[in-house]
């Protein structure tokens, strides 16, 4: 019997490698000039520190940019308000987001649930959720309809077996 896992994961070192280019660029952008605008990388958060809101955001977007072309899903990130910090500077946490908590491995069995296939069955395993079905078609509609569905973490589908 056909079966796959859903997870959710991050690659940890695509984002470490996002946040040195996105420094590196921030240090030699002349818009960023005087701005003291850096990133900070640690294991489960980001850190982001300007001179100014405005500086702040074009930070954030550029960080976007640089995990976008690293593959990394835009929903693993969870930005926080910006703060007022020391010297009239401003700083912003942004969490990172990964593994399914048992609210969305919930969701994701609810969606197996809806779609209505009788060969198909989901079970939460920990932090994954394993869906299995009689055919392979069926499994293949399960991951599009997970892709167009609105969960709000990044999925991966992983180990897939015939």
Do not use: W
Not at 53 to 69: F, G, H, I
């Amino acid at each position: 019997m056909p079966t796959f896992d859903v997870v959710s994961e991050i690659d940890h070192q695509e984002v470490r490698n996002a946040v040195d280019q996105t420094n590196r660029e921030a240090s030699t952008r002349f818009d960023f000039k005087g701005t003291d605008a850096v990133v900070e990388y640690g294991e489960k958060e980001l850190t982001l520190r300007a001179s100014t809101p405005d500086r702040l955001r074009a930070l954030y977007q550029l960080l976007e940019e640089k995990l976008v072309k690293r593959s990394v899903s835009l929903k693993s990130l969870d930005p926080q308000t910006i703060e007022e910090a020391s010297h009239n500077s401003a700083r912003q946490r942004v969490t990172l987001k990964a593994g399914l908590t048992p609210e969305v491995a919930k969701a994701i069995n609810r969606i197996v649930k809806e779609m209505g296939a009788k060969s198909l069955t989901s079970s939460t395993q920990g932090d994954r959720v394993r869906v299995s079905g009689k055919q392979r078609d069926d499994l293949q509609r399960a991951i599009a309809t997970f892709k167009d569905s609105a969960i709000e973490v990044p999925l991966q589908y992983v180990n897939f077996r015939d």
